[in-house]
Each structure stands twice: as structure tokens, then as C-alpha cells.
């Protein structure tokens, strides 16, 4: 059986893997010239680990990565608002090239084929895939998982919507100093910007800024540590040492999606559930989608039915996950700044109440049978 894969980021490089170690015979079309990463730092859960686990990779992220065992949210003027221990359930930080790079590997060990300069332009929903060079390509089973701009998705008629959220990060790595967190992700909020710094493997800290896309101070063409540190003096250093990496800023995405397939092709990833990063689930549900995938089509067998089948199963957390995720994009970036007083208790209560910790706790680790309990 072959199977083609659109789009060589952390989704389609997940889903060549799981569908290779499956049996399939996979081809993976990358439209730029390399297979990499852009970005900084990234977290994993519970679900994605379990992933990287059978995939034979779990070393390598224990490796590369730093485990977390504690997680904190800080208010202006430094309140605490949560502090919590990650226990009962893994989270892991590295950096993002590390994960592509273990994914990668995982599927050459089981011999998927990369075709780089390869963007594909169109598919079918019988598998047919014309790539832009002419060049035409019929596979059993197709994944798109090119990203929140999806070809596929639109191709095929599933797209419904993608908008910006209004808001936007930077993001870098810097070599680590001995007063940066050692094994706590700590996030901090002041008005409409957030600072989250965490370590992301040995000697690393991953620093991620974010703020609305009208708060023009903070995201001209580059990031200013000045104006940053007026908010969140405590960083200062870090935003100094910040200020001499490569730093991007991206706008948050977030699509809607009618539907995830249509005939043998599936969508998935970004192209699905793009979201705003803040629950750490965009890569990781992407990942634990990928994996659900390939063992519903193993065997090959009345391919139709199963990605139907794997979209009941899966929507609806995936999706609930995603509402979370902008949701949390509003609270921080777009909350009324004359009932700044209430944001505390709000979030306050919604990390304390049994109901929605919970709740909160299985969206955060991609894990919904924690609702279920
Ligand atoms: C600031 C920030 C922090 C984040 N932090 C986390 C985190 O901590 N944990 C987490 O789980 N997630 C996180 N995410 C989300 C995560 O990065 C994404 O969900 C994930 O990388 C999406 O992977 P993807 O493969 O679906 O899409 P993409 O990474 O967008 O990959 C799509 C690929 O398809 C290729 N492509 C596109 N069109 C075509 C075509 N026509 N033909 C061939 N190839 C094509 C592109 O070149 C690209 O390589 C974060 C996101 C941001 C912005």
C-alpha cells in the first residue's frame, strides 16, 4: 500500500513514521528545498510521548529535552496566581529542530522517502497528487499535513475559516544562566503581554513574548529587551541576551475545518487545529492524531471508513482542545483592561475548581480519558 504525505513539518514527518511502521510504503512531498524546523523551543506531553515511545525516540527527547516537574503563572506586581507540580503525568521541553530530527529519523529507520522542492498543487479525493513540476503521484492513502495554510484542505473543499487572533510571539533560544528556571515552566502576565521562560535542554532557555499585534511597541521588525523589561523587570537579563539571537515573531492562527476527510485523503495538523500555542498541544496533537491514524488503516483495508472512523474518534477533543487554546489567547491578549481585577480570581477559579482543572489538565496532556475519570 502506498501512502503520500503532504507537508514535511512535525505533523506529516509523525504521520510518514506511524503509517511506515504500519507497512505502508510512504513518500513524503516537502515544497521547500530542506526538511527544518523554524522556531525555538517546544513542549511535549503525555500524549505525544507515548508516541515518540513506540517510535523507538523517547531517548533521544530525554536526552535532548529537560523534564518539567513544576508549572507557575505570575500577575503584575508578582502576584502568584497558580503554582502546581507536574506530577502523575510527563512534560518535556526541547528544542524544536531536536524533535523534527527524531522524527525524521524514525521514519528513514523504516524507510519513508523525502522529496524536498516538491509542492504539491493539487489531490483528489482518490489519491491522485500532481506536484508543480508536473509530475503525478497516485497513492492508496493521502495526508495533508501542510500546515494552517493547507492546500489539501482547500483543494478538497474542507477548509471553513483561518483567522489571526489578534495577538503574536517571539520566540528564541538563549544559552541558560544559573538564575534561569531549572526544571519550572514560569509565566508571567502584565496587561495584554506574557512572557513564558523555560528551560528546553541542557545549557538552553526557551523564551517565548507575547502581545497583541496593535501593541506596536513590541512588535515592530525587531524584538526591543527595553520595552519588554519595563514590564517584566525580572527578565531583563534574559531579554538582553535575548536581543543578540535571531528572533521571529509570528502571528497566532487559529482555522476551522467542516470537515478531516474526503475519500482516501485526510487532513491533519495545522491544517485542522491550527491554534494559538497556548495549551503546548498544536505539535502534540498533531503527533497523537498521527498515530491514531495509522493503526485504524493498518492492514489497508476500506481505507473510506477508517479515516472516517478516526474523525469520529478524534474531533471532538481535538477541537475542544483548540477552543481552549483560543480561549486562553482572549483571557491573556484581549481581556477589558477596566476588569484587569478580575482576571486573577478568574483564572484563579478556573485552575482550582475540580471541573475545569480537570478539564484543563486533559486538554493540556492530550489525554481524554482523564475526563472520563
Ligand atoms: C510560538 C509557537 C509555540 C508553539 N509551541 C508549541 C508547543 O510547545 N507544543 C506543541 O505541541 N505545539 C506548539 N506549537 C504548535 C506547533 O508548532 C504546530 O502545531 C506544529 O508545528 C504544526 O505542524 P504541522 O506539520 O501540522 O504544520 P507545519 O509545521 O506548518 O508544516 C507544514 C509543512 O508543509 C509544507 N507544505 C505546505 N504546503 C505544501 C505543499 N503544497 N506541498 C508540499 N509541502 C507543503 C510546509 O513547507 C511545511 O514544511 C507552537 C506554535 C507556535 C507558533
Known amino acids: ?36 524546523e523554524i522556531g525555538a523551543g517546544i513542549f511535549l506531553k503525555e500524549n505525544s ?23 507557575e503563572l ?17 512534560v518535556s521541553v526541547l528544542p524544536r529542530q531536536e524533535l523534527h530530527a527524531a522524527l ?91 512572557v513564558l521562560v ?10 517565548c513574548a507575547s502581545s497583541r499585534n496593535d501593541d506596536t511597541a513590541t512588535n515592530g521588525d525587531r524584538f526591543v529587551p527595553e520595552v519588554w523589561a519595563r514590564d517584566f523587570p525580572e527578565f531583563e537579563d534574559l531579554f538582553r541576551r535575548a536581543g543578540h539571537t535571531e528572533m521571529v515573531r509570528r502571528e497566532h492562527s487559529k482555522c476551522s475545518v467542516s470537515g478531516w476527510t474526503a475519500g482516501v485523503v485526510a487532513i491533519l495538523g495545522d491544517a485542522v487545529h491550527g491554534q494559538p500555542p497556548n495549551l503546548g498541544q498544536g505539535a502534540g496533537m498533531a503527533i497523537s492524531n498521527a498515530a491514531d491514524l495509522a493503526r485504524r488503516v493498518s492492514g489497508g483495508a476500506d481505507i473510506e471508513t477508517k479515516l472516517k472512523e478516526w474523525e469520529t474518534c478524534n474531533r471532538a477533543f481535538t477541537e475542544a482542545v483548540q477552543r481552549w487554546s483560543n480561549t486562553y489567547d482572549d483571557v491573556v491578549h484581549a481581556w477589558p483592561s477596566t476588569l484587569q481585577f478580575l482576571r486573577g480570581p478568574f483564572v484563579r477559579f478556573i485552575g482550582k475548581f475540580p471541573p475545569t482543572r480537570r478539564r484543563w489538565s486533559a486538554l493540556g496532556q492530550g489525554l481524554p480519558e482523564i475526563l472520563a475519570s
Request: charged share 20%; hydrophobic share 40%; aromatic share 6%.
Open 1 to 36: 500500500m502506498d501512502a503520500a504525505v503532504v507537508g514535511g513539518g512535525i505533523g506529516g514527518v509523525a504521520t510518514a513514521a506511524c503509517l511506515a511502521a504500519e507497512g505502508y510504503n510512504v513518500t513524503v512531498f516537502e515544497r521547500a528545498a530542506q526538511l527544518r
Open 49 to 71: 510521548l507515548g508516541v515518540l515511545e513506540t517510535l523507538g525516540q523517547i531517548d533521544r527527547v530525554k536526552q535532548t529535552g529537560t523534564a518539567l516537574n513544576r508549572a
Open 74 to 90: 505570575w500577575a503584575r506586581g508578582g502576584r502568584r496566581l497558580l503554582s502546581r507540580p507536574i506530577d502523575g503525568h510527563r
Open 104 to 194: 525524521i529519523a524514525a521514519a528513514e529507520e523504516r524507510g519513508v522517502r523525502f522529496q524536498t522542492d516538491a509542492a504539491v498543487v493539487s489531490v483528489t479525493r482518490k489519491g491522485a497528487i500532481k506536484l508543480r513540476d508536473g509530475s503525478q503521484f497516485l497513492a492508496n492513502l493521502v495526508v495533508g499535513a501542510d500546515g494552517v495554510g493547507s492546500m489539501v484542505r482547500d483543494s478538497l473543499g474542507l477548509g471553513r475559516s483561518v483567522d489571526q487572533t489578534g495577538a503574536g510571539s517571539w520566540r528564541t533560544l538563549v544559552e541558560s544562566v544559573p538564575a534561569d528556571p531549572k526544571n519550572s515552566v514560569i509565566e508571567y502576565w502584565n496587561g495584554s503581554r506574557r
Open 198 to 207: 523555560v528551560p528546553s535542554g541542557h545549557g538552553i532557555t526557551y523564551l
